[in-house]
């Protein structure tokens, strides 16, 4: 079998579990998918993250482009419609849609994407995500206490939420150093300037890089991740698991790859609520033996 994929470092030769095996081929755009799905008749194409590129393919598939070829979508990041525009082309995105034949997720509450989306359950498949810190940080140990209640990340971030929740406990915050072009262009909110934050959430440094998150992570006592309601999809998984490697207690906003995939893991509250989460982080900074539990919980999963 040949796979046709946009994947950054899909193995030129695989072999599945099933002691399958095959060749992959690279593709950056609809036209080389297109090229080598006639040269391939037998390949299935996969589209890693992207949404345009998924709609193209699924168009192709519907004008009779690719024949019988399979489509199989991982990650795929929708976005409810917001505007009377997004909503008129919403019936056309649906069509393009229906023609994809498997989606694979990172995480399991696929309701709104039957629900907005017109995808029936019986497409949808669940993966585990993975720590994204690199294989030479693979044996960092534990680090469960530090010095504040960090949040991090930026894809549909609720730092808002977040500042309202400092406000009302006594304890160090900390954030990194905001983006704010790399946060708008991932639906974050963070309304606030910079010189307005509550006076007990500082900013840190932050270069973007594996050993800054590290550090980041590692010296925080919790990490919140706040999500806002609009988040379809697992948003926040890769800094989670990141924070569950280095034994973080996590807390995370009830919905998809939070409450749906982690039990004990994380301390799971209603998302946008800053009453609800000020009180998981008093709880969290308080009891030991909660924090130490969530935090060992959480470094077992990500392993």
Not at 41 to 68: D, F, H, Q, S, Y
Not at 91 to 115: E, P, S
Not at 136 to 148: H, I, K, N, S, V
Not at 165 to 190: C, I, K, Q, S, T
Request: hydrophobic share 40%; proline share 8%; with cysteine.
């Amino acid at each position: 079998m040949v796979i046709i994929n946009n994947f950054h470092a899909f193995p030129p030769e695989w072999q599945a579990s099933t002691g399958e095996r095959g060749t992959s081929r690279q593709a950056n755009n609809a036209k080389e998918f297109l090229q080598l799905a006639r040269e391939n008749p037998e390949a299935v194409i996969v589209v890693n993250c992207n949404p345009r590129l998924t709609l193209e393919m699924g168009a192709a598939k519907l004008l009779g482009r690719l024949g019988k070829t399979p489509i199989v979508s991982v990650d795929l990041v929708l976005r409810a419609p917001r505007t009377p525009a997004q909503a008129a082309l919403l019936a056309v995105k649906k069509l393009f849609l229906r023609q994809v034949d498997l989606y694979i997720h990172y995480f399991k509450d696929y309701r709104a994407y039957a629900d907005v989306f017109g995808i029936s359950p019986d497409r949808h498949e669940f993966v585990p995500f993975k720590v994204n810190l690199g294989a030479r940080y693979a044996d960092l140990p534990e680090q469960p206490e530090g010095e504040y209640v960090l949040c991090f990340g930026r894809s549909l971030r609720d730092y808002d939420t977040f500042f309202e929740a400092m406000e009302r406990v006594p304890y160090p915050g900390a954030v990194a150093r905001p983006d704010m072009a790399g946060l708008r262009a991932h639906h974050a909110r963070f309304t606030r300037p910079p010189g307005g934050l509550p006076p007990n959430v500082r900013i840190l440094d932050d270069d973007g890089s594996e050993p800054s998150q590290i550090r980041i992570l590692g010296n925080a006592k919790i990490v919140v991740l706040p999500i806002l309601k609009a988040s379809l999809v697992a948003s926040g998984i890769s800094t989670c698991l990141n924070a569950m490697q280095l034994g973080k207690c996590v807390i995370g906003s009830e919905g998809p790859g939070m409450s749906d995939i982690f039990q004990d893991e994380i301390i799971a509250v209603p998302p946008e609520d800053p009453v609800a989460l000020a009180a998981a982080i008093k709880r969290a900074w308080e009891d030991e033996v909660l924090r130490s539990r969530t935090g060992h919980a959480g470094h077992l999963y990500a392993l």
